[in-house]
């Protein structure tokens, strides 16, 4: 899932993510619960409607940019009370408040609201944070099942589905205890909700401890229902995990990294700003087949992003986006040829790019 | 012609240029001599190649900017030297590098390098000026005659056209003196140009001025070349310049308002970051049929802008240029159907937003 923050992919059309192919993206509920504001966005419909975006959105909790981007928080078992990092002003969510501006938004899958615990925490503070988060769960689910109704596309033809609602989707804590992640996870389960995301990784921890806990977490999570991994990672990681058996995963990697000139190719990262490009008229990619790489040069590129020009992130966004998506369609080739969870090879995300 | 200042309009990707119906982009010599600089374009066979947009490029002398971009210059019969507006590195410009520079690029009209002078200078400064800038358009011809086949695409098959060399305009001034302007178009005239551009005008004169001296410089002017006013204007004194009889101009207000969020349309300018728009569903121009139009809302676009999203400045750019390129073809509808010089009407700019 591409990552449109504030309801758009950083300097990308729609018309685009649906040409490159994206059939799902991740709003934040923290940032769109500042700008524009859920009302606005629910007076106009829902967020698809207010972007102008059919196809399927997801948005997160907010419990993660409350725990990173604010300061100034206090955290109690009826929520967090922050400060914005936009004006200092002040504001609280609590489970029910995410889910009542998550419905409000109207995304097709939205998240439980968890406390997202720091690395590194000790064993007791990460048992009470991942107890928190589970009690916060039954509140999420109690708040959505007798308020899903009030989504605003509800009974429109816009989303036309009958008995269409949202989608909520409970997240495992517990730091890096294995015994504690198993824990969350059952406990998760036994509320019981239609998809399963493990949170709080990506958070500085050493990328094999990342590793070690999802493998382990997921053998308690079941594989009939989609297994979301939030907040990684790169081409290479996005295959392994999905040979751990992951079917979800969002990341401003490849947005970010493109706004920064780095560059994601079947020949591996480039760096676009660097002078050695200044001549190369080769293409960015010459195995790949996007907009960009079909008409400009490396040249021509490594001078936008030189003399920052606009041009420059919104061309390197669309490469890095296109990248990505082929990556994901080989994973997806790769499932359907019998590959997924069980099976011992990974899929190779270069393949498309090879004749 | 849009302003493609560094080999870009800004936020816009060449294709959306094409599909917008532009056909004919100016580049900027002074920004594009310091970055990338013309050997890197040259090299790779001019600035159509480089930047890869196969339509027409015209290049303005790189004066206009060395006179309101930079300090510390000076300027002499030889021509003028300056400091970088970047890094205060120092530079020279003279009619011969000028020229040197620009079949360098390689654009298909190129501009001889003149003296803008500034507003408001008296009668002596203004006749000095004006004669260096004679002086200096017969060293232009005289480089240009003798080197225009060093442009880097001669014989090349991608601007492929017998004996195809660029073009040279001339450039009259003459500051607001109607009998300068006169002398400096007989001169101008003498030298011999294939088309004849009026450079000196919004400079900070008023409009009603502007419009004076464009009327009088056009009577000396023929009307069989193409005649070029450099940097205006509104859409209403595009519609007005062109019944007056100019054929040509450039103007960086549709893309510059655009990135401040103000909007052309055909019920008058719109600055969308207003909050009257923030729950406002209807298309930024309910009777344009640009893809903004026909796919967001006034409210996403005030949310975009508020939001300081690289989107907002993207889809209003393209916005703004499609109201520029209508407003274009309405006037040469208008003429077609009998208007131009001479013709006492103006052309209804607004009448293709009629049904």
Redesign the interface.
């Known amino acids: 899932m591409p990552v449109g923050t504030?309801?758009?992919?950083?300097?990308?059309?729609?018309?685009v993510l649906e040409e490159l192919g994206v059939q799902i993206l991740l709003g934040n509920t923290y940032h769109l619960y500042l700008?524009?504001g859920v009302e606005?966005i629910r007076?106009?419909g829902g967020l698809h409607r207010?972007?102008?975006w059919d196809r399927a959105i997801l948005t997160d909790s907010g419990g993660f940019q409350v725990f990173s981007l604010t300061h100034l928080r206090r955290v109690s078992e009826e929520g967090a009370a922050f400060r914005s990092h936009l004006d200092g002003s002040a504001h609280f969510l609590s489970p029910e408040k995410s889910m009542e501006i998550q419905i409000g938004l109207g995304a097709d899958v939205i998240m439980a609201f968890d406390e997202c615990t720091e690395y590194p925490a000790d064993a007791q503070r990460t048992r009470n944070s991942m107890e928190l988060t589970l009690r916060w769960a039954e509140r999420c689910k109690k708040y959505f099942e007798e308020h899903k109704h009030e989504v605003p596309w509800a009974n429109q033809k816009v989303r036309a589905m009958p008995d269409h609602t949202q989608t909520l989707f409970g997240i495992v804590q517990g730091g890096m205890n294995r015994d504690l992640r198993r824990e969350s996870a059952e406990h998760t389960i036994e509320i019981g909700f239609p998809g399963y995301a493990i949170g709080g990784l990506s958070v500085g921890e050493p990328r094999d401890l990342t590793r070690e806990i999802v493998e382990s977490t997921l053998e308690h999570l079941p594989e009939e229902k989609p297994r979301y991994l939030m907040g990684v990672g790169t081409p290479e990681e996005i295959a392994q995990y999905a040979q751990s058996g992951v079917d979800m995963m969002d990341c401003v990697l490849p947005t970010r990294a493109a706004r920064h000139g780095l560059l994601f190719t079947s020949e591996g990262k480039i760096s676009i700003k660097q002078a050695r490009y200044?001549?190369d008229?080769s293409a960015l990619d010459p195995a790949c087949d996007c907009?960009v790489c079909e008409?400009?040069?490396r040249?021509?590129l490594?001078?936008?992003y030189?003399?920052n020009?606009?041009?420059a992130?919104?061309?390197n966004t669309v490469h890095n986006l296109h990248y990505y998506l082929a990556t994901m369609r080989t994973v997806r080739a790769w499932i359907r040829a019998g590959g997924g969870s069980g099976a011992t090879d990974v899929p190779d995300v270069k393949s498309a790019y090879r004749p």
């Open positions: 504030l309801g758009s992919v950083k300097g990308i059309s729609q018309d700008r524009p606005t007076k106009i207010f972007m102008s200044a001549q008229e907009r008409r400009y040069s040249a021509y490594r001078h936008l030189a003399a020009e606009l041009l992130q919104v061309l």
